[in-house]
């Protein structure tokens, strides 16, 4: 182990999960005097803005699953285990795992991410297909191809449903997934499937509980995106709460049947379990009877409110960062939405001020370089709000979404290999490879990461 000039040991740092905001703890801390431990329950690091190209067969899952332990070899002395981590004991300060002993650390990063939020919708846990993991795009995208197959082999399926695919939420990921769809159903399957009516019978609904789609957004984009989504076929119903998911149909509240054998739920987020757990452990502890007195209870969506310099109330060796934390940017005082680059500068600002504790400084609060909000509906249409009063749509918005996208990716070769494989896509309107291996189908169950 390396030692510290007075030769004591190097501080302890874990880092739970692999995210974006476990990254960028990971990449802050590259030239601190620290011994690094990264946990992540896969081997490999996602992507998330672009699961909706896996599931749409544009890009292959291995580039947007980066292998952790190859972006490792550019940080020394990181060390990573796949483990699932099933604990968190703040008094005795450290890891629960599966499989493997505790992790003592002295100081913690908690990236864990989220689940998806069924809202207690009916049937959903069993029959609808979260997108939130690689694996649910992989699940999509064998469920897109294996439907097809199967309306190939018996076109009456078509009658009944089977080429009607339903998206729950319409909020950027719902919006972008029913655009791809669409773009998919028409200018990839038509061909692929001459002897079927496609065009006529393939069907994208997406539905939304609320009256608009993109709810953050300025009325403007949100007519945009809607408008666009028309224009590529998408059926958009807003006001539309889905009550019942069952195999072979949805019931909405109205009482309206849609028959359909896909239904895709990208209607919310809730902070990982383990954020509950930490909760109640922090409560159990005795720091938490004056820390639950300051308002610890977890916030909107299960998340867990931090201090300004996001370390946990009642524990400053803890901090939690990304979607599980609910942030609250210091210079506007406004919480920070679940996003890849609040994420990401969240993890940063954590691994920085890890940095300076060992330095002996104080914390700094976090403070969010906003870049704009944004969501793409198709080939060269896209939504972007930045901040102030500025918008953009169209083309513009596209490249912009591209860009900011394309940065926050791993690894440059990566980076080349998705833009290769993304302007074919755009130029040729042809996707990847589309062959359907066994095992990628519906087991494990829906929502397992
Ligand atoms: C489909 C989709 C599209 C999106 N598009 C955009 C976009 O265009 N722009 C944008 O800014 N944001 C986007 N987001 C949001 C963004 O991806 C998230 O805000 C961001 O990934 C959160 O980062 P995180 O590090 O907190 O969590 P994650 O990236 O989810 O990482 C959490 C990590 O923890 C690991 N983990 C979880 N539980 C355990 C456990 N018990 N044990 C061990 N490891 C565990 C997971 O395997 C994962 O690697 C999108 C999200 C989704 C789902």
Redesign the pocket.
Known sequence: MRKMNNEAPQPQVVI????????GAVRKLKHSPVKVTL????DY??F??L??QVATAVLAPNEVGFPIRQVLHQHEGAVFHT????GIDLDQKQVLLEGMPPLAYDYLVV????VANFHGAAGAKEYALP???LRDAVRLRHQLLATLEQVDRNPALADDGALTFCIVGGG??GV?IAGALAEFFHSVAARDYPNLPIRDQSRVVLLEHGPHLLQPFKPRLQGYAQQALEKMGVQVRTGQCVQEIAPEHIILRSGEILKTRTLIW?AG?QA?P?AASLAASLSDSQANSQANSQGIEPGKGGRIPVNPDLSLKGHPEVFI????AMITDSKTDQVLP???????QA?HHAGSNIARRVEGKETLPFEYFDKGT??TVGPGAAVVQMPGRRAMTGSAAFAA?LGV?VM?LTGSEEKAGVLVDWAWSLLTRQRGKRIILSGEGPDPAPGD?
Not at 111 to 114: I, K, V
Not at 321 to 324: E, K, N, Q, T
Request: proline fraction near 4%; glycine fraction near 14%.
């Open positions: 739970l999960g692999a995210g974006f905001a476990g990254m946990i992540d329950q896969n690091h996602t998330q803005p699961l909706y483990a699932r981590v099933s990236g864990l991410g989220a997108m939130y993991t950027p990921t972008e990208t987020v990982n383990l960062v990304g979607d599980m679940q996003l890849g680059s609040v994420a990401q993890g944004m969501a979404w996208h926050l990461a």
